[in-house]
C-alpha cells in the first residue's frame, strides 16, 4: 500500500509539473525578455565593431546597459525574480559588458599591437567573468554588514563597460581628443586599471537602496527633464560627463564606506 500511495504521489506531482510548463504567466516572462533583447544588444555590437561603424556599436552596448538596469527593477516589481532569470542576466553581461567592449576597443585602438593590444582585451573580458561570478556567490552569503548593501564590491558591469569605451566616447564629442585618447598605449592602461577595478574589493557607490526625500521629488524630476534633453541634443557629451562623474565618485565611495563602517563598529 505504501509502495501504490508513493507511485501515486510521484504521478501527482509530475502531471502538476506538466501544468506548470503549460502555463507561465506573462509577468514571469517579462523580465527574462528584457535580458535577451540587452544580450542581443550586447552581440549586435560586435557586428558593428567587426565592420568598424563605432557610434552603431557604442549605442547598443549603452542600449544593453539600459535595458540592464531596467530588467532587474521588472522582476523586483512584479514579483518574478528567478534562478534562471539571474543564470541568464549574468550570461548577458558577460557578453554585453565583457566581451563586447572588449572587441570594440580591439577593433577601434589596439588592432596595430595584434598580441599586446589582444591580451589586455583577454584580460579585461577574463575579469568581468571573475566579478561576475563573485557577485553570483555573494548574493547567497547572508553574512554582509548592514552597510555593505549601499556599495557594491569592485565597479560594477554595465559602469565597466561604460568606462572601457570611454575613449571612443569622448572621441565622438572631442575629436581634437584623439591624439591622446585614440592611441594604443592609453586604451592598454586604461583596459588594465579597470579590469583591475572590476576584480578589486573597493567599494562602490550603489543606488539601489536610495531613497529620495520628499522635498527633492520636484528637483531630481528637473534633473531628469534636463538629463533628456542633453542626451537627445548632445548625446555623446552627456555620455562622456556621465561616465567620468562615475569615475569620480570611484573614490568619493571609497571615503563613504570608511566613514560608514567606522560608524557601524561604535554602534
Excluded at 62 to 83: H, I, P
Excluded at 112 to 138: E, I, V, Y
Excluded at 197 to 209: D, E, F, H, Y
Excluded at 214 to 234: C, E, G, K, R, W
Aim: net charge positive; aromatic share 12%.
Amino acid at each position: 500500500m505504501r509502495n501504490i500511495h508513493k507511485i501515486k504521489n510521484i504521478n501527482d506531482r509530475i502531471m502538476l509539473s506538466k501544468q506548470r510548463l503549460k502555463e507561465v504567466p506573462f509577468r514571469k516572462l517579462a523580465p527574462n525578455i528584457l535580458t535577451m533583447m540587452a544580450l542581443c544588444s550586447g552581440v549586435t555590437s560586435i557586428r558593428y565593431a567587426l565592420q568598424d561603424d563605432w557610434v552603431k556599436a557604442v549605442l547598443c552596448i549603452f542600449l544593453a546597459a539600459f535595458l540592464d538596469g531596467l530588467d532587474g527593477r521588472v522582476a523586483r516589481f512584479l514579483k518574478a525574480s528567478s534562478k534562471f532569470g539571474a543564470e541568464l542576466d549574468s550570461l548577458s553581461d558577460f557578453v554585453s559588458f565583457g566581451i563586447a567592449p572588449a572587441i570594440l576597443i580591439y577593433q577601434w585602438a589596439l588592432y596595430d599591437l595584434p598580441k599586446f593590444g589582444w591580451f589586455f582585451c583577454l584580460l579585461f573580458a577574463m575579469s568581468m567573468a571573475l566579478r561576475l561570478a563573485r557577485f553570483n556567490t555573494m548574493l547567497e552569503d547572508e553574512d554582509q554588514p548592514e552597510y555593505w548593501s549601499h556599495y557594491f564590491v569592485g565597479v560594477p558591469a554595465p559602469a565597466a563597460a561604460a568606462l572601457a569605451i570611454m575613449p571612443i566616447v569622448t572621441c565622438f564629442g572631442f575629436p581634437s581628443a584623439a591624439q591622446i585618447l585614440h592611441t594604443d598605449v592609453f586604451c592598454s592602461i586604461s583596459m588594465f586599471i579597470i579590469s583591475f577595478l572590476m576584480v578589486s574589493r573597493i567599494p562602490t557607490i550603489s543606488l539601489k537602496k536610495l531613497k529620495v526625500q520628499t522635498y527633492m521629488m520636484l528637483p531630481l524630476m528637473l534633473i531628469v527633464v534636463l538629463f533628456i534633453h542633453f542626451i537627445i541634443t548632445q548625446p555623446w557629451l552627456t555620455l562622456g560627463i556621465m561616465t567620468g562623474l562615475y569615475a569620480l565618485s570611484i573614490p568619493i565611495g571609497i571615503i563613504k564606506f570608511i566613514y560608514d563602517k567606522k560608524k557601524s563598529t561604535k554602534q
